[in-house]
């Protein structure tokens, strides 16, 4: 073995190259995105919801770098986002899980300090349980439902829920939440609504704080804000109300690499189903990133990478792997194997891609997959 590693030594130090693209992910302006929203809530404060990875972009390393920025509170959608995330952060960020307290979980969730967000009469029992067996107290987060019908207790509970709180339980209720659903756009009816409903969830339950706002309801004024605010998309750079001038800093930067280029004729057919046909002699390039990258297949005809300030239109259907541009604008022999084009970044934005594909934001961001190489800044 050791002849081999000398006879290749070359080999044997050698790192894989050729990554489909580079997804790099500036921790300071995630920093500063945490700052902003926390001056925004002020004396409030914020929490970081890094549900999904982070939104997609690495739980742990986004994690602490909010951790850093002064964020203590930290919600996850998932029990198991919970557990992988605990190692990877300081004793004193607390983790929240968002999705309730699944059947088989209570004892981990208690030796781990992961909080539940309890949602059930079903679960304030589990919990309140394990603290009886484990003879302690155990922290948890009780949830509201305003209007959304998703998660949490629905208004009929609530005078049960009282009455069954005043004997002790075990359980620490560290806050109450709830959650908006129609925040990004501030003119929508239900806001108000969903608003009323947690001025009366506050005075049912007069020595609970409440956390309500998402990213959009941070701006839809200090009512919403509650003691705790739990911002996502914002913090990851994304525009929190749809329309409106982003007043967040990019975080991300998605650069893909090309694999090889051509010139075709009139008439050249490009990809699956030969949905683009060369109407002159264009010039192509083949990207190594396609829709199990996130690239959407609704980018397909649609979407468009920059080099250099230069729009290249994708041509054709969106693969698996890879994609086509059109790189017949810029100057010859400008590309070739291993130049990186502009996806995400100075000339288009998150919100520019989602919307050429038909989506939002959200879906794109926790879309990307593990195929390219991240790089932390
Ligand atoms: C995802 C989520 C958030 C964060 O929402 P953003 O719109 O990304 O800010 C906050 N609270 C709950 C309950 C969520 O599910």
């Not at 001056?39 to 602490?64: E, H, M």
């Not at 539940?116 to 949830?143: E, H, I, Y």
């Not at 468009?304 to 230069?310: E, L, N």
């Not at 792997?321 to 990186?340: A, E, F, I, K, R």
């Amino acid at each position: 073995m050791d002849d081999f590693n000398s006879k290749f030594s070359l080999l044997a130090s050698a790192e894989p190259t050729g990554a489909c693209g580079y997804l790099t992910v500036d921790l300071s302006a995630l920093r500063r995105n945490y700052a902003k929203m926390a001056s925004l809530v002020a004396p409030g404060s914020a929490a970081a919801v890094v549900k999904a990875d982070a939104y997609g972009l690495g739980a742990g390393p986004v994690s602490n770098a909010f951790y850093d920025a002064g964020c203590r509170h930290f919600f996850v959608a998932q029990f198991q986002e919970a557990m992988a995330l605990r190692p990877q952060l300081a004793d004193d960020g607390q983790i929240f899980v968002l999705n309730g307290l699944q059947p088989g979980n209570e004892e981990l969730a208690a030796i781990h300090h992961i909080v539940p967000v309890l949602n059930s009469f079903d679960q304030v029992r589990r919990w309140s349980q394990m603290a009886g067996k484990l003879r302690t107290r155990l922290p948890a987060v009780l949830q509201f439902d305003s209007g959304m019908s998703r998660l949490g207790f629905p208004p009929e509970d609530r005078r049960e829920l009282r009455s069954l709180l005043q004997s002790d339980q075990g359980l620490d209720i560290l806050f109450m939440m709830s959650h908006l659903a129609s925040a990004d756009e501030p003119e929508h009816a239900q806001n108000a609504d969903q608003l009323a409903a947690v001025k009366s969830i506050c005075q049912e339950f007069p020595d609970l704080r409440i956390s309500f706002a998402n990213s959009a309801g941070v701006f839809l004024g200090d009512n919403y804000h509650g003691f705790l605010a739990r911002p996502g998309l914002a913090l990851y750079g994304g525009a929190p109300v749809g329309g409106a001038a982003n007043p967040m800093q990019p975080v991300i930067r998605l650069d893909i690499s090309v694999i090889q280029t051509r010139t075709v004729n009139a008439g050249a057919r490009v990809g699956y189903g030969a949905a683009y046909v060369a109407s002159g002699e264009r010039r192509l390039a083949t990207l190594a990133a396609g829709y199990a990258d996130g690239l959407l297949r609704s980018l397909s005809d649609r979407g468009a990478v920059f080099y250099q300030g230069v729009r290249l239109p994708i041509v054709g259907r969106v693969s698996m792997d890879s994609m086509t541009v059109d790189v017949t604008d810029l100057p010859d022999n400008t590309l070739s194997l291993g130049s990186l084009v502009e996806m995400i970044g100075p000339h288009q934005t998150l919100e520019d891609v989602a919307a050429a594909a038909g989506t939002i934001a959200y879906e794109l961001l926790t879309s990307l997959g593990q195929r390219y190489h991240r790089r932390y800044i």
